[in-house]
């Protein structure tokens, strides 16, 4: 598996198929082969004309671990997604993020759009713009003033039954180019191998 260095932390990463890049950004519980890999998105990406770059966070796979808090965190990992992209020499890349994944993805299309053309967030919900009760208290949310300075395409894409981040039709709203996709019966873990979410992403991704 390959590695590039950030500030001296190892960080780990996977790269699938051949095609527009994007970026795949993995949820707390898992790292990028399990939420990705293991859930068929490396075969739906790469057939909608994509070539997957899986990053795992530090602390994650074979990245980098400490038991300091600081070594973690929203700009941290932030950091080392800019800098993979730099050290792939890619200049824009199309953005997937995933529960906790999203958060990261927010912060990202906030302080570095120039490097994003279009993203997809995914089993998230209405306090990435600190509307209670689902904020991930580690991670401090922006702003719906915040949003509403995001002028990337971005889905949203929510799960009805979701306990964990609920739904996130407010962020939708609150991004100029939003959109909002609401899965039916679906909760927060389900959304990774649901085909109409995956449909819908590279639905999404491709068109002009």
């Not at 998105?41 to 966070?57: A, M």
């Not at 904020?135 to 702003?143: D, N, Q, V």
Request: net charge neutral.
């Amino acid at each position: 598996m390959p590695k590039f260095k950030n500030n001296n932390v190892s960080i780990s990463y996977e790269i699938y198929g051949t095609g527009k890049p994007v970026v795949l950004l993995h949820g707390g519980a898992v790292d990028f082969n399990n939420n990705y890999v293991q859930t068929g998105w490396v075969e739906t990406l790469n057939r909608g004309g994509f070539q997957v770059i899986g990053i795992n966070f530090r602390g994650y796979g074979e990245s980098d671990k400490s038991n300091d808090p600081d070594f973690y965190g929203t700009a941290n990992f932030s950091n080392d997604v800019i800098n993979l992209i730099k050290h792939l020499k890619f200049t824009h890349v199309y953005l997937i993020g995933y529960s906790m994944g999203t958060v990261i993805a927010f912060d990202l299309l906030y302080n570095h759009s120039k490097y994003f053309s279009k993203a997809v967030l995914m089993a998230t919900g209405n306090g990435l713009i600190g509307i209670p009760p689902f904020i991930l208290g580690k991670y401090p949310p922006l702003t719906a003033q915040n949003a509403t300075e995001i002028e990337i395409p971005t889905l949203i894409i929510s799960g009805e039954m979701d306990l964990v981040l609920g739904k996130g039709e407010k962020v939708a709203q609150s991004l100029p180019q939003g959109k909002y996709l609401e899965i039916k019966n679906a909760n927060h873990f389900e959304l990774a191998t649901d085909t109409k979410v995956h449909q819908s992403t590279i639905n999404f991704l491709i068109k002009d």
